[in-house]
Nanobody
């Protein structure tokens, strides 16, 4: 079973930036489709960004397109989410997730991901 540990959350002003990291252990990162999700209070968990291994594809939610960038470092076994031009509506707990290694496509539904990190809080003030 793969283990995911997020870090890098915190507080930022609107217009600012934060970078989240997700360290993967137990398996090789290059085996996995990785996703970032977020969940705001009282709302469902939603897809933010996804990355397929081998540079095949990245995918973003419309709400973050052009502001957030997902990337991976297979040597460090780490996935990143660079968040720029932050908005108060980006406030949420952010989760890193991995699909089963049998899949090569990015999925938008959280139920398609089998491994999850503990989450990291991001708070953006206006």
């Amino acid at each position: 079973q793969v283990r995911l540990v997020e870090s890098g959350g915190g507080s930022a002003q609107a217009g600012g930036s934060l970078r989240l990291s997700c360290v993967v252990s137990g398996r090789t990162l290059s085996d996995y489709v990785m996703g970032w999700f977020r969940q705001a209070p009282g709302k469902e968990r939603e897809f933010v960004a996804g990355d397929a291994p081998g540079g095949r594809k990245t995918l973003y939610a419309d709400s973050v397109k052009g502001r957030f960038t997902i990337s991976r470092d297979n040597v460090k076994n780490t996935v990143y989410l660079e968040m720029d031009t932050l908005k108060p509506e980006d406030t949420a707990v952010y989760y890193c997730a991995a699909r089963s290694p049998i899949y090569i496509r990015i999925a938008l539904e959280s139920s398609e991901y089998e491994s999850w990190g503990q989450g990291t809080q991001v708070t953006v003030s206006s």
